[in-house]
């Protein structure tokens, strides 16, 4: 019952993905800021979210940072031998991005948001730049937010 779910949340996913791009593409076509209006679901954690553009889900990875990881999975163990932290230094700074981001939506929840969309990931994430009006989200986590510059590789 619980894989069920899972599938169908992912079969879920995969069609609002296939629904934005779409989307993008003809507001692309209309417009030619690449700015699109979104709704925010959730903080997955410090560079993702999980949006909406009208029902349609899909997650999304900031592009240009890297965050620590919440949880012990195999990329978190990676990221402390890397940075020489243990694993529980590594989920202490993943929180704390994260904890970042929910804190700067709070604050700016009465703002628009917006994704400027760089295009899709191997996972399907779509990629983008997270704005609350004009303030760019990844530049402030970047910053102030405990998160790394990273070159994504699609």
């Known amino acids: 019952m619980d894989y069920k779910y899972k599938t169908n949340k992912e079969k879920d996913m995969k069609k609002g993905l296939i629904t934005f791009i779409s989307l993008f593409f003809i507001t692309c076509c209309a417009y030619a800021e690449s700015k699109i209006p979104i709704k925010i679901l959730r903080i997955v954690d410090g560079d993702t979210i999980e949006a909406q553009i009208n029902r349609n889900k899909f997650c999304v990875r900031l592009v240009g940072i890297d965050c620590y990881e919440t949880c012990r999975i195999h990329r978190a163990y990676r990221q402390a031998y890397e940075n020489n932290l243990s694993i529980d230094e590594v989920i202490k700074k993943g929180n704390e991005s994260k904890h970042f981001l929910q804190k700067l939506y709070e604050q700016n929840k009465n703002n628009k ?34 998160c790394m510059v990273y070159e994504y590789k699609s």
């Open 113 to 146: 948001v917006y994704l400027d969309f760089h295009g899709i990931d191997r996972y399907g994430r779509a990629l983008g730049i997270i704005y609350f009006n004009k303030l760019n989200v990844n530049e402030m986590l970047e910053n102030e937010g405990g």
